[in-house]
């Protein structure tokens, strides 16, 4: 049974495609009788279908080779395009997650939405964004992952202008896609130019030619930086960093998704890329200079804020950073420990604060306080999200920063200092946040502030009882190193780092 399901993953994509194309039903403008929320419904459905099939494609998939499947789309003029699907654990483990993580998002939105008339238009494009993931983490093309890529920008636009009737939103969505257009466009040039070099587009061919390529220097750091600027826009990268604070003007549901798993598409397609830029020793040196000030910078803007959405934006970039290094360092598998852990407890944090803000309408920490004897879950909630997104043991940053740290320590012992100081200030910052919110007295805004109906608090217990339980999902997934293998030292500064 298994093994059908991992014979037809490459029609996952279609699930959302389907749902979202059947929302169009229920447009306000079509429709009055049933109200918009069977829209929200549909989606949902296919979403769980997805993250089912995903699921029982899993065991016929691990501990197996990777192989591919390619699908002819267009063949003219001596140049032959074809879709290739890389089918393997890790694609399928991804499509698991991000499926995951935009159910327990279109769940909390039934609550968070629940007075909003446009339900058909928002889960239609959380439909899009989803289908969009899947189909990028199954492609085996840059060419292909760049169009992807593309409508992905076009939905973070979309999605952040949802209450386009507010100029601020406007503006922020506005200002999201010109941003991130700027990496697009580097990329694209950066794509069409690295053909004639490699003779193909597809990233393990790419990895090949890697191997034995005989390039000019000065054309392959231009080329790679170019491959390096498209990543930097969709991980939200200094100086392309801004477009993730201005997002913040969208719902929250779409923020839990986009900060979760959409800004991991650009580390994705990064770490796919590491062999090509592993041809320029200064593109690779430029990735980690760029990952070290976002990391550092990001943390220290996010202390400084008062909004809280914002406080967790640049939180994101910050962590994307330390990705950014990871990669350039050449510890993919770090990369993508790490954007699991994160995606999971940034995802946590923004469910415990999106209820918050649901009904104390305000986004502003110093008119919080006192909401631990109001909110107890949403407070327990933030805790665990602030434990798993930092490297305290025995939750999941802990082992990426840790796996990450343990081989910097030899070759760049520099950039763990970077990690110690992103670890400290990012503690800070949450513990900060949390006294500020939950802890002293209760101001005007907060005074009259109940936990959150069951839409709400269904996902973000389902979410919190899942971060506990990473250690233990990645030692049945053999991803957890032994404790003899680690480095003691190490161990002890990130865990004193965190207190």
Not at 31 to 49: C, F, H, Q, S
Not at 137 to 155: A, H, K
Not at 470 to 492: G, M, N, R, Y
């Amino acid at each position: 049974m298994a093994s059908v399901f991992l014979h037809n993953i490459w029609l996952v994509p279609f699930y959302s495609l389907i749902g979202s194309a059947l929302s169009v039903i229920w447009f306000p403008s079509i429709t009055r009788r049933t109200g918009p929320r069977p829209a929200g419904y549909i989606n949902a459905l296919m979403t769980l279908l997805t993250f089912m099939h995903a699921v029982l494609a899993l065991p016929a998939v691990w501990n197996q080779p990777p192989y591919e499947v390619s699908f002819q789309w267009l063949e003219v003029a001596g140049l032959s395009l074809t879709i290739p699907v890389d089918v393997s654990a890790l694609t399928v483990g991804a499509i698991a997650l991000i499926s995951g993580m935009n159910l327990l998002a279109q769940v909390f939105a039934f609550g968070y939405l629940e007075m909003d008339w446009g339900w058909a238009r928002f889960f239609s494009l959380l439909a899009v964004f989803e289908a969009g993931m899947t189909a990028l983490v199954l492609c085996d093309s840059l060419f292909f992952s760049y169009i992807i890529l593309e409508i992905l920008t076009l939905g973070t636009y979309l999605l952040v202008g949802f209450w386009f009737n507010q100029s601020l939103v406007v503006t922020g969505a506005r200002d999201a896609f010109l941003t991130k257009r700027v990496g697009d466009l580097f990329l694209l040039m950066a794509v069409i130019a690295l053909y004639p070099l490699a003779g193909t587009w597809d990233f393990s061919e790419l990895a090949e030619w890697a191997k034995t390529a005989q390039v000019d220097p000065t054309v392959m750091t231009l080329i790679a930086l170019g491959l390096i600027a498209g990543p930097m826009g969709k991980c939200a990268q200094f100086p392309l960093h801004l477009w993730l604070d201005e997002a913040m003007e969208g719902p929250i549901p779409s923020t839990i998704l986009r900060n979760s798993v959409v800004v991991a598409t650009g580390a994705w397609v990064l770490v796919k890329l590491e062999p090509v830029l592993a041809l320029s020793p200064f593109a690779l040196s430029f990735a980690t200079l760029i990952g070290v000030v976002t990391a550092v910078g990001g943390s220290l803007i996010a202390i400084a804020q008062i909004d809280i959405k914002r406080t967790l934006s640049y939180l994101v970039s910050a962590y994307m950073g330390i990705v950014f290094i990871a990669v350039s360092t050449g510890f993919t598998k770090a990369a993508l420990l790490l954007v699991f852990t994160h995606a999971v407890a940034i995802a946590l944090l923004l469910m415990s604060i999106g209820g918050i803000i649901w009904n104390s309408i305000t986004q502003d920490v110093t008119q919080l306080g006192g909401l631990w004897s109001r909110r107890p879950i949403s407070g327990l909630a933030f805790i665990v999200g602030t434990l798993g997104l930092i490297a305290c043991p025995p939750f999941g940053s802990f082992w990426a920063i840790q796996e990450l740290a343990d081989g910097l320590q030899d070759t760049q012992p520099w950039l763990v200092g970077v990690l110690l100081l992103l670890n400290v200030l990012t503690a800070f910052g949450l513990t900060r946040v949390f006294c500020l919110v939950f802890c002293g007295e209760a101001k005007q805004m907060s005074q009259r502030s109940p936990e959150v109906h069951w839409p709400m608090m269904l996902p973000m217990t389902v979410l919190l009882g899942f971060t506990l339980h990473i250690p233990l999902v990645l030692q049945t997934c053999s991803l957890l190193p032994s404790w003899a293998e680690i480095s003691k030292d190490i161990a002890l500064l990130l865990t004193w780092s965190s207190l």
